[in-house]
Nanobody, 117 residues
Framework: QVRLVESGGGLVQPGGSLRLSCAAS????????MSWYRQAPGKERELVAVSTSTSRTKSYADSVKGRFTISRDNTKNTLFLQMNSLKPEDTAVYYCSTTSPFSRTYWGQGTQVTVSS
């Protein structure tokens, strides 16, 4: 079965950096587009970044452009999110996600990112 496991979250000061990882299994990772979402307390889940299967095309939410970078290692079935210049408003639970060709969406359990001094 599809399994997505995020890691790398934590507490960081404003201006700091974190690198999130998402270990994928149970599907052919190299053929699926992958995404990062986040959900802050009291807010709806929002799309942060998307990568096509080959990393040829990447897109970002306006709020993170120039600060976050999505990448993937298809040889290790792992998705990454490098987050730089973090702001308090980046505080959220971050999820990796993918959607199958049959339009079923899968989610990991999430990893908490807290940006605070």
């Amino acid at each position: 079965q599809v399994r997505l496991v995020e890691s790398g979250g934590g507490l960081v000061q404003p201006g700091g950096s974190l690198r999130l990882s998402c270990a994928a299994s149970g599907f052919t990772f190299s053929t699926y587009p992958m995404s990062w979402y986040r959900q802050a307390p009291g807010k709806e889940r929002e799309l942060v970044a998307v990568s096509t299967s080959t990393s040829r095309t990447k897109s970002y939410a306006d709020s993170v452009k120039g600060r976050f970078t999505i990448s993937r290692d298809n040889t290790k079935n792992t998705l990454f999110l490098q987050m730089n210049s973090l702001k308090p408003e980046d505080t959220a639970v971050y999820y990796c996600s993918t959607t199958s060709p049959f339009s079923r969406t899968y989610w990991g359990q999430g990893t908490q990112v807290t940006v605070s001094s």
